[in-house]
């Protein structure tokens, strides 16, 4: 007999909505959608919504966004809506009380294939590393993040020219989808759990993804060009892989990196060293060759293509880069 669910949906980013409306395409009953508070953001310190709370508006849902998930009100709230199962995409770590409330049990939905790339940032990790696929997978929460058995999960290719950007959109969508599918399974009364301690046998054999700090994203040019490119696209567009320039009169410029190309090359030569035409092109040597920067931002600037951005922007080859 199929079951009939209440559920209770919680979820921030832009990531989540996909999933949330996936749930209302397919007449499922959302009696509650928790989601971060309200932010002051941008010059103005303007009320900002997340962007689930304004698609659940838009959709005239039931919005609860507690500051406290252990808070005693929220509780009673959330228990109130009767839900037998709660989805989770992209929110916060859930405490016990949370987690446990519903009959059949909390869903989360991770943008990796668990039990690789546990933790906040897993898309732009996998990228970083250089992977050639990754995926979405769909797990029971219990109380360590992102260690709870296994429900289905689904791969997809990671693109040479992938960035965060575009994979971020490619799994949004396969993950909603397998979100369906994973729910239709609990309503079906079909699953087939795996452990995920059973999928691995080393625990360095782990790859994880904690969050993204502005440190992290400093480029490091003593590294081969693949790895800087990966790391480059891997924080593309957001929050974005920045270097800083000194000029001889001593200036300083915070440069974000968008874009590259890989030039390498079989001579040895000293890495971090910048090489352009001051009208083109503008390269950094790296520990095997240059990469070839084509859209960059400096702060306070648009985002531009190279060669906009060196007709305004003075840029000679004695300008010293600041390694990470």
Known sequence: MQKELRIVFMGTPEFAVASLEALLKHNYNIVGVVTAPDKKAGRGRNIHYSDVKNFAIKNKLNILQPSNLKDKDF??????????????????????VVWQMPKYGTINLHA????????????????????????VTTFFINNAIDTGKIIENEKTIIDKNDNFESLHYKLKIIGSNLLIKTI????????????????????????????INKEFCHI????????IYNFIRGLSPYPA????????????????????????ITTEIPHGKI???????????????????????AAGKKRMDIVSFLRGFQIKNDWIIISA
Not at 185 to 210: G, H, M, N, T, V
Request: glycine letters at 4%; aromatic letters at 8%.
């Open 241 to 264: 892989a920045f270097l800083f320039l000194n000029s001889p009169d001593n200036k300083h410029f915070q440069i974000k990196i968008f874009i590259t190309k890989e030039e390498k």
């Open 275 to 297: 090489h352009t035409d001051n009208k083109t092109y503008l390269k950094i040597s790296c520990t095997d060759g240059y990469l070839n920067i084509l859209e960059l931002q």
């Open 220 to 227: 490091n040019w003593n590294n081969t060009t693949e790895n």
């Open 75 to 96: 509780l009673k709230q959330l228990s109130s809506l009767k839900a037998n199962l709660q989805v989770v995409v992209a929110f916060r770590m859930l405490p016990e």
């Open 184 to 211: 239709k399974i609990i309503e079906e009364d079909k699953l087939e759990l795996r452990d995920q301690k059973k999928l691995f046998s080393d625990l360095s054999e782990l790859k994880s993804a904690p969050k």
């Open 112 to 135: 990796s294939l668990l039990p690789q790339y546990r933790g906040a940032a897993p898309i732009n990790h996998a990228i970083i590393n250089g992977e050639n696929e990754t995926g």
